[in-house]
C-alpha cells in the first residue's frame, strides 16, 4: 500500500477510480469539471496538485481531494485547504488509508478547513487527529412559491397553480421594472478591479475571513462548467459597495423551478445595513421573477443574519458544521464568532448540479 501525493499522469487510473466510486454522481468523474477544479483554481500548481491517493500497487483504492484557499486572518494572509472529497474505495476500508491520507494532506498546509455533517465518518476521524468543530453553519430560508417547492404538488399543474395562489398574501409584491429604476443595483457580467478594492476594504471588519480576490471569484462563478450564476453588483457613484451571487436549480420535468440560493454576498463595512438590503432586494426580485419555490442561504455572520430575519428568512435546521485544524491562531479559527463564511467559501455550490 501506498499514499502518495498524486501526479497528473495518474489523471485516467484516478478518474477510472471516481467512476466506480461515485457510480450515481457522474459529475465526479467527467474530465472537464475536474480539470476545472484541480487545474483551473488559481492558487493551484500543475506539480503540486492538493490531491493524495492511496495505491494497492498500481491501483487507486482512495484519495483525498482539496482546494486551495487564501484566508485573512487579521491583517495577515494565510494558505488554507479545503478538505473536499475524502473516499475510500468499500473493500479497503478500515485499513487506516483514510487516516494516512488526512496527515498527508496537513503535512502539505498549516490550516485544514472542513465542512460535513455528523452523520459522516470523517468527522470522528478528523476529530481524533485534533481537528475542532468550530460550530454550526446557520441556513436561512424563505418560501415563495410552495407549488413549486413541493415536489408532489409541482408534478400537477392545477394543484401547484393553486397553492401558488393561495400563498400570494404571503409573498413579496413583484415590482416591475425593478432593476431599471434601481440604478443603484445592477446585474454584473464581468467581475472587474473594483472587487478587489471591495475585498481589500471590507475585509478589515472580519477577524477571518476567505479572500475574495476576482481571480478566484471568476474561478469559481463564471468558470465553473454547466453553471451559471447571477452576480448583483450594489454601487454608490460607481464604486461597488457590495455583490451577492445566486444560483438558479435546473427546472424539473413539470418546469417548476424548486429552489434558488444566494451563495456569496459581500458588503462594505461604510454602508453594511443599507447594502444588504439591497442586494436582498434584488435577489429576491430575481427569485419572484423567475418563481423560484424557495430561497436559502448559509451564513456565519452576525448582521447578513439579522438582515435577513427582517426581510422574512426563517433560520432552519441545517446539519453542516465547520471543521478546523491549525496549529496557530486558534483563538481566532476556533471561535465561530470570528468567522465570516457563505455558501460559496465552503465550497458548497461545487457539489449543487449543473443549471444549464
Not at 500543475?46 to 493524495?52: E, K, M, Q, R, Y
Not at 496537513?106 to 455528523?118: H, K, S
Not at 457580467?189 to 478587489?196: A, H, R
Request: with cysteine; hydrophobic share 40%; net charge positive.
Amino acid at each position: 500500500m501506498q499514499i502518495k501525493q498524486f501526479e497528473l499522469a495518474e489523471k485516467n487510473k484516478l478518474l477510472a477510480f471516481l467512476q466506480t466510486v461515485y457510480a450515481d454522481n457522474p459529475r465526479m468523474s467527467d474530465a472537464s469539471f475536474w480539470d476545472w477544479h484541480f487545474l483551473g483554481n488559481p492558487y493551484v500548481e500543475a506539480d503540486n496538485l492538493p490531491v493524495w491517493i492511496a495505491k494497492d500497487g498500481d491501483e487507486i483504492v482512495g484519495q483525498l481531494a482539496a482546494t486551495p484557499v487564501k484566508l485573512q486572518i487579521g491583517e495577515a494572509k494565510k494558505d488554507a485547504v479545503w478538505i473536499l472529497d475524502l473516499i475510500v474505495h468499500s473493500d479497503y476500508r478500515g485499513k487506516g488509508l483514510a487516516k494516512k491520507l488526512v496527515l498527508a494532506a496537513e503535512a502539505f498546509c498549516p490550516i485544514g478547513l472542513g465542512v460535513n455533517t455528523n452523520e459522516q465518518t470523517a468527522p470522528l476521524l478528523l476529530q481524533k487527529l485534533g481537528w475542532t468543530i468550530v460550530g454550526k453553519i446557520p441556513r436561512y430560508n424563505k418560501l415563495l412559491f410552495p407549488g413549486e417547492a413541493l415536489r408532489e404538488i409541482s408534478r400537477v399543474n392545477p394543484a401547484r397553480k393553486l397553492v401558488n395562489f393561495c400563498y400570494a398574501p404571503l409573498r413579496p409584491r413583484l415590482k416591475k421594472n425593478f432593476f431599471i429604476e434601481n440604478r443603484r443595483l445592477r446585474l454584473i457580467e464581468e467581475l472587474d478591479s473594483s472587487f478587489d478594492g471591495l475585498w481589500r476594504e471590507s475585509a478589515t471588519q472580519w477577524s477571518c475571513a476567505v479572500a475574495r480576490e476576482p481571480e478566484i471569484l471568476r474561478w469559481q462563478y463564471q468558470l465553473q462548467p454547466g453553471k451559471k450564476f447571477d452576480v448583483l453588483g450594489f454601487y454608490e457613484n460607481d464604486k461597488l459597495l457590495g455583490y451577492a451571487v445566486l444560483f438558479f436549480r435546473r427546472r424539473d420535468a413539470s418546469g417548476a423551478l424548486p429552489k434558488a440560493a444566494i451563495t456569496d454576498l459581500c458588503y462594505h463595512p461604510s454602508k453594511p445595513v443599507e447594502t444588504i438590503d439591497e442586494l436582498l432586494r434584488g435577489a429576491l426580485q430575481l427569485a419572484l421573477e423567475r418563481r423560484a419555490g424557495t430561497i436559502v442561504t448559509d451564513v456565519i455572520d452576525s448582521t447578513i443574519a439579522e438582515r435577513l430575519k427582517s426581510f422574512g428568512f426563517g433560520r432552519v435546521k441545517n446539519p453542516l458544521q465547520l471543521m478546523v485544524k491549525s496549529s496557530g491562531r486558534q483563538d481566532i479559527l476556533y471561535d465561530a464568532k470570528s468567522w465570516f463564511l457563505t455558501r460559496g467559501d465552503s465550497d458548497i455550490s461545487i457539489f449543487e448540479h449543473p443549471n444549464v
